[in-house]
């Protein structure tokens, strides 16, 4: 992963935490252990990073609810 792609997931980790009202540490776990850091978010970084904000968080958070991360 380079720089640009770490910032990026650190970028996506912080704001999912927001909108959840979520501590980072817990969003960041959540993520890696269901694969969508790795399966998701750093394979696509070249597309995904071209999207705004607000897109990006809930694609997210949709993703989490679809996996049963969060309800």
């Given at each position: 992963?380079?720089?640009?792609?770490?910032?990026?997931?650190?970028?996506?980790?912080?704001?999912?935490a927001d909108?959840?009202?979520?501590?980072?540490?817990?969003?960041?776990?959540?993520?890696?252990?269901?694969g969508i850091?790795?399966?998701?978010?750093?394979?696509?970084?070249?597309?995904?990073?071209?999207?705004?904000?607000?897109?990006?968080?809930?694609?997210?958070?949709?993703?989490?609810?679809?996996?049963?991360?969060?309800?």
């Amino acid at each position: 992963m380079d720089s640009n792609t770490l910032d990026f997931t650190i970028f996506c980790v912080a704001n999912v935490a927001d909108r959840l009202k979520m501590n980072a540490r817990d969003v960041y776990h959540k993520l890696r252990q269901s694969g969508i850091i790795n399966d998701y978010i750093v394979p696509c970084y070249d597309v995904l990073h071209t999207f705004s904000k607000q897109y990006i968080t809930d694609d997210l958070v949709l993703l989490m609810k679809k996996k049963g991360l969060i309800s």
